[in-house]
């Protein structure tokens, strides 16, 4: 008899589906709060020691810096801490998106209280301090770079490629010459499931027990590849799983003689394949809310130079306008992404055409697909389908298994037999 407890093991689902970062993120912005809380501390006591109103009136804005950063620094920690909570049906990874939702109505309102002003300004002009405005100015570009620096973990995005390796990096195949001429490999995946095809340009293929592909993938694991003749190219017997990003170590035999090379296979499109559902949003409106407050301190050092220097007092208050249209339209964009994923909205179209042809490669029938954001880097699935075999939920639960951003999947089969005749 199994034991019950071993049964609830197996059929219980994770459903933690927050970001792999997700504690990285929580820290760095906290960090940020400090400096910011630090930098906002100093700027009032030194105010109100020195006798300046625009050094008090700098640090009381950095107050509303912080509270906006508190905001998505409250969201990590609150998703993080309730993670295994079973009452949230779908784990709490959306908890940065409702955050970033906020930012985006906080950052829209700024953008109208700066535009307001601006225009206030414009139509009556105000004296200036320049000798302390210019200073303070800086002092806020200072901190908004400090803080960009630290939200984006201190270093930039690069990719390092061992130099050994063939590099490709559009739709081409790759071409392994031969004395004789050459054989071109790539993935193949035009409105059927991804494989390796092998294709050449001379009087024969190689035959298929001479091709071998090994994938090795950036977390270490391996899978071997043969091939099957299709007349007139070779076929891997294997899908290829997704992602589409590995090394590919490549033996063929061919005309007596014997090729090792290493290719790389990088994603095509990445941004439009993943970045859609693998973004953060909370650590997204993070940054947008850092670098609206730098973009505008960098107007700001302008305007008040240019002013200074000829007199231009409308230089101020025009470059606090075109700031306040610059959030105004990055607010735009996060709330309309955050509001999509709040919505449920299909994040990842392209992966929506992935899913149906998965599942329709063997004749079998897609009547209702629904696909959903659960968190950064996770999508739900409820895949409905229509088969006159005799397969179950598990045999299609197994083709979506290649899929690693599908975090949460539910399938229903519909069994019909198909009329003789």
């Not at 219980?12 to 970001?19: E, G, I, K, N, P």
Request: include cysteine.
């Amino acid at each position: 008899m199994t034991d019950a407890k071993t049964i609830s093991r197996v059929a219980r689902h994770d459903h933690v589906f927050l970001a792999e970062n997700h504690e990285k993120a929580e820290r760095r912005t906290w960090a940020v709060i400090i400096l910011c809380s630090v930098m906002m501390i100093a700027e009032i006591v030194g105010g109100a020691l020195f006798g300046s109103l625009a050094l008090v009136a700098d640090g009381l804005h950095m107050s509303t810096h912080a509270g906006a950063l508190l905001l998505a620094a409250l969201a990590y920690t609150y998703a993080r801490k309730y993670a295994n909570d079973r009452s949230f049906t779908f784990g709490t990874g959306k908890f940065g998106d409702l955050a970033g939702y906020s930012s985006a109505i906080v950052l829209a309102m700024i953008a109208l209280l700066i535009g307001y002003e601006a225009v206030s300004r414009l139509l009556a002009p105000v004296a200036i301090s320049f000798n302390e405005a210019i200073p303070i100015a800086v002092l806020g570009l200072a901190v908004n770079v400090a803080s960009v620096w630290l939200l984006s973990g201190g270093h930039h995005h690069g990719h390092d490629h061992p130099h050994s390796h063939d590099h490709h990096h559009g739709e081409e195949p790759h071409r392994i010459e031969f004395g004789t001429g050459a054989i071109e490999i790539e993935v193949f995946e035009d409105n059927v499931p991804p494989r390796f095809r092998v294709k050449t340009e001379m009087a024969a293929l190689p035959a298929a027990s001479d091709v071998t592909i090994e994938t090795v993938r950036p977390d270490g694991s391996r899978q071997l590849f043969s091939f099957e003749d299709r007349e007139g190219y070779l076929e891997s017997r294997d899908e290829i799983p997704e992602p589409h990003a590995f090394v590919a170590k490549v033996r063929v035999a061919h005309a007596g003689q014997q090729q090792d090379h290493q290719l790389e296979f990088e994603e095509h499109d990445h941004e439009a394949a993943h970045g859609a559902y693998h973004r953060d949003n909370n650590m997204r409106a993070a940054i947008v809310h850092v670098l609206a407050d730098a973009g505008v301190s960098v107007m700001v050092i302008v305007g008040l130079l240019l002013a200074r220097a000829f007199g231009w007092l409308w230089m101020d208050p025009l470059a606090g306008l075109i700031g306040a249209l610059v959030i105004a339209n990055w607010s735009v964009g996060l709330l309309r992404d955050t509001g999509g994923i709040l919505l449920d909205r299909t994040p990842d179209p392209r992966m929506a055409e992935k899913v149906r042809v998965a599942i329709e490669s063997d004749g079998d029938q897609v009547t209702d697909l629904h696909l959903w954001r659960l968190g950064p880097g996770h999508l739900g699935a409820i895949v409905s389908v229509a088969t006159s075999g005799a397969r179950e939920a598990a045999h299609y639960r197994q083709r979506l298994a290649r899929f690693a951003g599908l975090s949460h999947v539910t399938v229903e089969v519909q069994h019909f037999h198909r009329a003789n005749g």
